[in-house]
């Protein structure tokens, strides 16, 4: 089978003009193309469209990652083309790729095979600018601040207490911790600083959860930056840094539209970190796709545990949107993976590990039905290698869960490979109502909302801190952040805060060791276990595959 660039590189694209004027009733004269296959929609057309209906949200997640691969944007595309392939109207909704992925080791998120967005290229490399806007607003602000320190630290900042490091959208781990101001008194004052990548910058996550210009700016103005010697805060307003980033972001904002591969409509826009914020795609886009289309198939970051919980508990508590029904996908060789089976022999059946593996699904089932009140469906994304022994068992195991178990084959087929997929997700939405409900309530403490999120869908025992974070975490308690909902950050490879703990691990203690505000972004991130908000290369980078021709041509991105 061609490689997943080939399969895009010999598309048959149409003119965005004409899939947004027949797929969703958008003229012309309310895009701005980026080229005959990239557009963004004016933020006045969208403000146009408050007074209609909305669709029918799809939320797609998946399984505990595995290094076996699950597939979950090339679900979320199968699915679109397929729900339009049985005569719905049908878009997807998905977060643009961060460029240290693409190069680094994890790929792209354009999709694969034959369930993918296009133009892939330019999805996965500059798209239309937008992380580069991100980037742009957010070392605005950390100019500015040290450039307010040069010129006399009016406002009184402690230079031990700076809260804004720098981005770069790449992957660069020489850039974690750094000492910047150094070559004498032009330049500045010495200090430790560091880098982050562009998708866990505050205003990747502000830029999703804001539903307008004003808003945005709004909560720009928010950001806490650092501290006096007092530990007053001081935001980025009292800079007055805000406007001129709202500036920077103005045209970024703008939800982007491409199309798939079968030419139905993607909006693809922002696309902060699953771990340190929320990691969906905007607000703004999945509102739009709701007014435009009868179904909108989105998708949430890394597995159900992080990732709908995350879209539910804060995307969902703060807009207000509420999904109908919720895919989770698995393949079986990540089950056997999370069975105890080695990497290497995932390819050979296995009913045992299988079996053993089941139990990851059947906690995420268990969450997203019981705990989030929604019901679900299973897509198996099918690899050749599955045998009918083991798709037989997988559904025995999973027959008492009230959650259908579909076998998806997309990736080689396209849409035809999910209908069976989109006719069930059909059905289960118009005959099985919902109970959608939150992991906790506002009013509940922040040490609560954590402990319910840790005890409820992790399987904890309970939630640990030493005496400095419980602190910090009573202090932001008092000075009316209680309200916010909890971002965790914690691996993403286990229901616990190892990665190396495969499966449904329970009993565990999920350990606090550092708490950030997110006040623009009106969230707290409480961090878990080790995480990295810079990621590094592996030893051998994807980008040493990745090349141009002499015709201009892309070759080895995916």
């Known amino acids: 089978m061609p490689s997943d660039i080939e399969i895009a590189q010999q598309a048959h694209m149409r003119k965005i003009s ?18 005959w296959y990239k557009a963004k929609i004016s933020l006045d057309y969208v403000d146009s469209l408050a007074d209609r209906p909305d669709g029918k949200l799809i939320l797609v997640t998946a399984i505990s990652p595995t290094p076996a691969g699950e597939g979950k944007t090339t679900t979320t595309v199968g699915l679109g083309d397929a729900l339009n392939r049985i005569g719905k109207k049908a878009s997807i ?15 792209g998120a354009a999709g694969g095979g034959y369930a993918q967005v296009v133009p892939m290229e330019d999805i996965n490399l500059h798209f239309t600018g937008d992380f580069g806007a991100i980037g742009l607003a957010h070392n605005l602000l950390s100019a500015m601040i040290d450039n307010h320190i040069h010129h006399g630290n009016e406002l009184g900042f402690d230079v031990r207490r700076i809260a804004w490091k720098r981005v770069v959208d790449m992957n660069d781990r020489a850039l974690r911790q750094i000492t910047v101001g150094l070559g004498g008194v032009g330049n500045g004052f010495p200090r430790e600083d560091g ?5 866990a910058s505050e205003i990747m996550a502000i830029f999703c959860l804001a539903t307008s210009i004003k808003d945005l700016k709004e909560r720009l103005g928010k950001i806490v930056i650092g501290y006096t010697r007092e530990q007053k805060p001081i935001h980025a307003a009292d800079l007055q840094a805000h406007g001129a980033m709202a500036v920077l972001l103005k045209t970024a904002l703008k939800p982007n539209l491409v199309q798939t591969l079968e030419n139905n409509p993607a909006i693809i826009h922002g696309g902060p970190f699953a771990n340190i914020a929320h990691g969906c795609n905007s607000v703004l886009a ?14 949430a970051g890394f597995g159900a545990d992080l990732g709908a919980e995350k879209f539910i508990d804060i995307k969902c508590r703060k807009s207000g949107l509420r999904p109908q029904a ?8 990540a ?36 705990h989030f009140g929604l019901p679900c469906v299973v897509a198996i994304n099918h690899f050749t290698f599955d045998t009918d022994a083991e798709i037989e068992l997988l559904k025995k195991k999973m027959a008492h869960h009230e959650a259908p178990v579909v076998v998806c084959r997309h990736w080689a087929e396209g849409g035809k490979g999910a209908e069976e997929l989109a006719h069930t997700v059909v059905d289960i939405i118009d005959k ?20 319910a999120i840790a005890t409820k869908l992790y399987g904890a025992s309970e939630v640990t801190a030493d005496a400095k974070i419980r602190g910090q975490i009573k202090k932001l308690q008092e000075a ?8 965790v950050a914690k691996t993403q490879y286990s229901f616990s805060t190892d990665a190396k703990l495969r499966g449904a691990p329970s009993g565990h203690e999920i350990n606090i060791r550092e708490v950030r505000l997110a006040a623009g972004a009106e969230f707290i991130v409480l961090v878990c276990g080790e995480i990295m908000t810079m990621p590094g290369l592996p030893k051998v980078p994807a980008a040493t595959k990745i090349d141009l021709d002499d015709s201009g041509k892309v070759t080895g991105l995916f």
Request: charged fraction near 25%; charge should be negative; aromatic fraction near 8%.
């Open 480 to 487: 009316g952040y209680g309200h916010y909902p909890v971002c």
């Open 93 to 107: 909704c998905l977060r643009e790729p961060s460029l240290g992925p693409v190069f680094g080791m994890k790929g």
């Open 335 to 370: 089950l056997k993976y999370h069975g105890g089976a080695d990497l290497k022999d995932l390819n050979t059946e296995n009913l045992d590990a299988l079996a053993k593996g089941v139990t990851n699904l059947e906690r995420h089932v268990n969450n997203i039905r019981n």
């Open 432 to 451: 099985v109502p919902g109970d959608f409900k939150f992991a906790y309530e506002d009013d509940a403490t922040l040490w609560d909302k954590v402990t």
């Open 18 to 35: 004409d899939v947004a004027r027949e797929k969703l009733g958008i003229g012309d004269e309310h895009l701005e193309p980026y080229g």
């Open 195 to 199: 880098f982050d990548i562009v998708v």
């Open 286 to 299: 999945t509102k739009t796709a709701l007014k435009l289309s009868d179904y909108v198939v989105t998708e």
């Open 326 to 333: 919720v895919v989770i996908v698995a393949t079986i060789r």
